[in-house]
């Protein structure tokens, strides 16, 4: 099965309701790159009328780990993924729709490689940015990922 945003979507649905029900959303994905929107909202908004930080952490972190999960489904191994650290970075208020763009599928190609090779887990670190209709970043985020390969 490949991977496309509106599978994506649905397996949202089921096994990411909080981040559905608050709007995220795959627009694309390729073997580089995913980009995730997520529009300003009531459901999602702060007291400051703007979206609220978590909401961006999860179109992030979303980013970040579809194109994981498409290297990994692409090996046709068992794969553990799990994210051991987060750091974000705010930059502007975030209204309107926010795109969050991860660019480093070849780096996690690379490190689920070398996994696989060495039988060890490896450490990534990947980057996801959100912008808003004019282009201007209003938050940035670092995800660090284990990945093992198992048996």
């Known amino acids: 099965m490949k991977i496309t945003p509106r599978k994506i979507n649905l ?7 909080s981040a559905y029900f608050c709007g995220v959303r795959v ?5 580089e790159k995913a980009e995730v929107k997520v529009r300003h909202r009531w459901i999602n908004q702060n007291p400051f009328n703007s979206l609220y930080w978590a909401v961006q952490g999860m ?10 999960m498409q290297e990994i489904k692409k090996t ?13 970075k705010f930059t502007k208020k975030a209204t309107g729709t926010i795109i969050f763009v991860c660019n ?19 450490v990534i670190h990947l ?4 912008f808003d209709a004019n282009g201007d970043l209003v938050s940035q985020f670092m995800y660090e990922w284990s990945i093992k390969a198992k048996g």
Do not use: H
């Not at 397996?11 to 309701?17: E, R």
């Not at 046709?76 to 974000?88: A, D, P, W």
């Not at 980057?127 to 959100?130: D, R, Y």
């Open 11 to 17: 397996f949202m649905l089921y096994k990411l309701p």
């Open 27 to 31: 627009l694309s994905i390729s073997d």
């Open 59 to 68: 179109a992030s972190e979303f980013a970040s780990g579809i194109l994981v």
């Open 127 to 130: 980057k996801a940015e959100g």
């Open 104 to 122: 480093d599928g070849k780096l996690i190609k690379e490190t689920i490689q070398k996994s696989i090779a060495t039988g060890e887990g490896q």
């Open 76 to 88: 046709n191994r068992k794969i553990s993924m799990l994210v051991t650290r987060q750091e974000g």
